[in-house]
């Protein structure tokens, strides 16, 4: 498959804490700010390197992201972690103290989606996405493998000027880009060329529509699969051109398709014209407790729910 | 149960907790995942108030007039469910699909699943909130029913549970009572490390207006002292302080943060399990 390697998946939570304790060593300015959740957003590898720049700001979310705020306009670089849920759940205060205020806050929303599995809805971020991106000025990031969290970490620390979300899974990913990739901030990323159908995936399912696209490819069926990585901003010249490219546009993602990367896309292209495109994701509904491999099944976010999904919408 | 004396009393909630601790660990290591620490730092005083003290009716569980607790630190679920199977809320055969796709036993607790949860919780900071507005509505409404409160020592370190602390005393809420299951451990680490200036709890509650009374949370006598205390209406919330015991019960398990959110292998449940039999 392409750009497939057989280096081990890991989440995008633990490839954000190794990129962060490695680029964090070199910049002094970066600060690293947890709400008792170090061990899980993986902000304790940043910890451990160095933990005179890790701020334990104990259960209070919302008062951590306001002194988040305060470091930023104090020049400081500071990457705020919790699960995304929780940093939705602070929405007003990084409209206001963050995005507002033009503080160069990386606030870190790890556990996104039904991904997560057991613990259930009241620890999945479900509407970050549809949040963060209302914000002006705001950036919003959601990688798909470990090399392209890395380079995000890397670009958030030395070269992105404004306040920034960075999405990341709890899940294992395998590593969909080949050694020597580079990421461009604000590109769609191509992972691979078709003419019937594009989809148009991101974070922990975009694998899962590789997998997809690959069975569909056996049954005749020419699919193209982008990466959409840099969701603010969005790469509308890029999607403007695969809506004229295909027919249909099936977008895929773990969050809500209210607010998500569907309605981005669809924002889009209901104003360029072009494919027909599909909105796929969580339909809607709370999620609930299960392993997360039986609720991508349920929510049809594994391969075989995708590739459904895709035959569905070409019959249409 | 009021025909029962104390020690009687006492007796059978230590044998029967003892129980229900051994059915919290063998749900959470069948379940893969849980929180064994806080739900056995927790399970004396909920057991304690679902036995002795709250006036419900597990068959019509949405009854208008009965007393309410909200589990706030809500991944301390299993303790509750536990309870609720014993009260007689639904089969304890449910017990073992905890965290499993379609079962009303959620990660955390969600009322629209199973209505003894009151509301859903899990995002910790929000239990006190919705308590205080069910003992308004009380207060509105002229009812006699009491709401409790259960919540962690990390917990109250957000902030919303402080502008709950203050307008609940506002109110004159003497049909509020929290609890505060003070074990002293979170995730990152103890209290200690991670938020020494939670102390003192005590001083701080009362100056938010309310009266406290701190316990030892794993002595039913305290236990059983400190709910009839509550049931006095002074016109103030009243906090239960219960300094407890991470894990408390199984040796091992002891910690503030090792069993946080780890569920036992089968070896350390054998062993768990083993160890609750011998104890006294
Ligand atoms: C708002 C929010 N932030 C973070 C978490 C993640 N979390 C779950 S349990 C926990 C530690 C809770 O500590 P404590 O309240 O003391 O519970 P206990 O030690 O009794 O288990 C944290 C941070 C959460 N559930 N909700």
């Known amino acids: 498959m392409s ?42 590898l940043f910890a451990k390197k160095c933990p005179d720049r890790f701020i334990q700001m104990g259960i209070a979310e919302q008062n951590m992201l306001g002194v988040a705020a305060g470091l930023a306009l104090s020049g400081k670089v500071p990457f705020a972690c919790s699960f995304a849920c929780f940093i939705a759940g602070r929405f007003e205060t990084i409209k206001i103290s963050v995005a507002y205020a033009g503080a160069r806050v990386r606030v870190v929303g790890t556990h996104a989606g039904v991904g997560i599995g057991e613990d259930g ?4 971020g479900l509407e970050d996405v549809g949040l963060m991106r209302t914000l002006p000025e705001m950036v919003v990031l959601q990688p798909c493998d470990d090399v392209e969290t890395a380079a995000m970490v890397r670009w958030l620390v030395t070269d992105c000027t404004q306040p920034a979300y960075l999405r990341l899974t709890r899940q294992n990913l395998r590593r969909l880009h080949a050694d020597g ?20 995936a991101s974070g922990g399912p975009v694998m899962n529509a590789m997998d997809a696209a690959e069975a569909l490819a056996k049954e005749g069926k020419s699919v193209a699969v982008a990466n959409l990585s840099s969701i603010k901003p969005l790469d509308r010249a890029g999607i403007e051109a695969l809506a004229k ?45 299960g392993t997360p491999e039986s609720l991508y099944e349920k929510h049809r976010l594994d391969a075989k729910g995708i590739a459904e999904v895709v035959r569905e919408q070409l019959a249409r | 149960m009021s025909a029962t004396s104390r020690p009687e009393t006492v007796a059978m909630l230590t044998k029967m907790t003892r129980e229900m601790r051994a059915t919290i660990l063998s749900m959470i290591t069948q379940a893969g995942s849980g929180h064994p620490g806080g739900s056995l730092s927790a399970i004396d005083f909920i ?28 991944h301390a679920v299993p303790a509750l469910y536990v309870t609720l199977a014993k009260r007689g809320y639904f089969d304890e055969s449910q017990l073992m699909t905890l965290r499993q796709l379609g079962s009303p036993l959620q990660g955390h607790p969600v009322n629209r699943f199973m209505v003894a949860c009151e509301a ?7 239990g006190l909130s919705v308590a205080q507005g069910i003992a308004l509505a009380a207060k509105l409404d002229k009812k006699s029913y009491s709401t409790f409160c259960l919540m962690g020592d990390g917990e109250i370190q957000e902030g919303q549970v402080w502008e709950a602390a ?36 005590v001083a701080k509650f009362q100056a938010f207006g309310w009266d406290v009374k701190e316990i030892d949370g794993h002595n039913f006598d305290a236990i059983l002292d400190a709910i009839a205390w509550a049931d006095e209406r002074g016109g103030k919330p009243k906090c239960i302080v219960a300094r407890t015991v991470k894990g408390k019960g199984v040796s091992f398990v002891e910690h503030p943060t090792k069993y946080h959110g780890a569920a036992l292998t089968k070896d350390e449940l054998a062993k768990a399990h083993a160890e609750l039999k011998e104890a006294k």
Do not use: C
């Open chain 1, 245 to 289: 490219k295909v027919k249909v546009i099936v977008t895929v993602e773990d969050h809500n398709v209210i607010g998500g990367i569907g309605s981005a896309v669809a924002e889009v292209v209901a104003e360029t014209g072009g494919a027909r495109v599909h909105r796929h994701g969580v339909l809607d509904v709370f999620g609930e407790s």
């Open chain 1, 3 to 44: 750009g497939q390697t057989t280096v081990k998946p890991i989440a995008t939570r633990q490839a954000f804490g190794e990129a962060l304790a490695a680029v964090g060593v070199e910049h002094n300015e970066v600060v690293v700010l947890d709400a008792d959740l170090s061990k899980s957003t993986k902000s304790e």
């Open chain 1, 121 to 124: 809805y009241s620890q999945m």
């Open chain 2, 47 to 74: 057991a304690a108030l679902f036995f002795t003290r709250l006036k419900h009716d597990p068959k019509n569980p949405s009854w208008a007039d009965r007393d309410r607790f909200i589990l706030s630190k809500g």
């Open chain 2, 166 to 201: 203050m307008s609940a005393s506002k109110f004159a809420l003497d049909n509020l009572v929290a609890i505060v299951d003070w074990n002293g451990g979170q995730i990152d680490g103890s209290i200690t490390e991670v938020m020494p200036s939670l102390e003192p709890v």
């Open chain 1, 181 to 200: 990739w580079t990421w461009t901030p604000g590109k769609l990323d191509v992972l691979r060329e078709g003419t019937d159908v594009a989809i148009i």
């Open chain 2, 120 to 126: 859903p919780t899990g995002s910790l900071g929000q």
